[in-house]
């Protein structure tokens, strides 16, 4: 574990003190606060990933995604890495996507991953 000392101006450390009491811990409210940024950078990006394919993952698991976001990103400018697996795609039209009406909503998936018209398939090739 890493220990990180943060110094924030009176106004922000009211609203950290304020979430910490809220969410128990000050490491807790720090974190969600980040989620909560990193979320609203994917959904304003273009293409913009739809809240449901991150809303359930815990703040860790938004770090995560957004991890996965950013090689996505990276692919699309054209600066691939060689261990980058995500990239954009679009929930297809019909089936369970549009029955929840997320068709042509856009996700980030590993490259191993596809949207078929009631879910995702897993191939186990690359």
């Known amino acids: 574990m890493k220990t990180m ?3 924030f101006e009176d106004r922000l450390a009211r609203i950290v003190d304020a979430e910490a009491q809220a969410k128990g811990t000050a490491t807790a409210a720090v974190l969600e606060m980040i989620a909560d940024g990193l979320r609203y950078r994917m959904e304003s ?3 913009p990933v739809h809240r449901h394919f991150h ?3 815990s703040p860790e698991g938004v770090v995560q995604f957004y991890s996965e976001f950013l090689e996505a ?3 699309r400018a054209g600066v691939v890495g060689p261990e980058d697996r995500h990239r954009f795609e679009q929930a297809p039209n019909g089936g ?3 029955r929840k009406g997320l068709a042509g909503a ?3 998936l590993d490259r ?3 949207f078929t018209p009631d ?5 186990l090739e690359e």
Do not use: C, Q
């Open 119 to 123: 879910g995702i398939e897993l191939s």
């Open 45 to 47: 990006n273009d293409p």
């Open 73 to 75: 990103v990276r692919l």
């Open 96 to 98: 369970a996507w549009e």
């Open 112 to 114: 191993t991953e596809r």
């Open 5 to 7: 000392t943060f110094r």
């Open 55 to 57: 809303e359930a993952f």
């Open 106 to 108: 856009w996700a980030v």
